[in-house]
T-cell receptor, first 119, second 112 residues
């Protein structure tokens, strides 16, 4: 089946630094990737939709200047958490849709997640 | 925003028993999916049921969908300790851009 990877799988950083998380579709192309955030013991919440070659679409309440998204190719989207603070500590998960998947089936593949801890 | 509401929020059973989790949603959907998440790990896709389907089976899993009630259930039969995880339903929703909208999840604990 299709595989989505994320790197790094975990990161610890100091408050005020920036952290970049990569999301790659390994064996398929994805014009659209999604970034979710999951706080401890909570569900996944969509942060933004990453579109190849265009600006990302952010959900209400998500600061676009803080969470920079770049989708430079059909297989790579990056999320950069700028000037990270302890409240940004969370589990970040990306997903990608296979271009070959029809809307009705909505074949979507999730990465393994990145655990960010900001000290 | 969250679409689904699972109940119960937590469920503890003995190995061999059946586990039933329910999910309700608010808007019309094209399909509904169930995922499993082990503690601190990524999501594992379990099953997808389309809006024109009422029931679907996959191994020990049985999913039902009632679009008139906007609800779905996930039944795990003959549970095993390895089934211990959080289970989420997810829908595409009418406002979705292709993303999934997740419920709050049910934390299942299966005791050996």
């Amino acid at each position: 089946g299709a595989v989505v990877s994320q790197h790094p799988s975990w990161v610890i950083c100091k408050s005020g630094t920036s952290v970049k998380i990569e999301c790659r579709s390994l064996d398929f192309q994805a014009t659209t990737m999604f970034w979710y955030r999951q706080f401890p013991k909570q569900s996944l919440m969509l942060m933004a939709t990453s579109n190849e070659g265009s600006k990302a679409t952010y959900e209400q309440g998500v600061e676009k200047d803080k969470f920079l998204i770049n989708h430079a190719s059909l297989t790579l989207s990056t999320l950069t958490v700028t000037s990270a603070h302890p409240e940004d500590s969370s589990f970040y998960i990306c997903s990608a849709r296979d271009l070959g998947g029809a809307r009705i089936t909505d074949t979507q593949y999730f990465g393994p997640g990145t655990r960010l801890t900001v000290l | 925003s969250q679409q689904g509401e699972e109940d119960p929020q937590a469920l503890s059973i003995q190995e061999g028993e059946n586990a039933t989790m329910n999910c309700s949603y608010k808007t019309s959907i094209n399909n509904l999916q169930w995922y499993r998440q082990n503690s601190g790990r990524g999501l594992v896709h379990l099953i997808l049921i389309r809006s024109n389907e009422r029931e679907k089976h996959s191994g020990r899993l049985r999913v039902t969908l009632d679009t008139s009630k906007k609800s779905s259930s996930l039944l795990i039969t003959a549970s095993r300790a390895a089934d211990t995880a959080s289970y989420f339903c997810a829908t595409d929703g009418e406002r979705s851009q292709g993303n999934l909208i997740f419920g709050k999840g049910t934390k299942l604990s299966v005791k050996p």
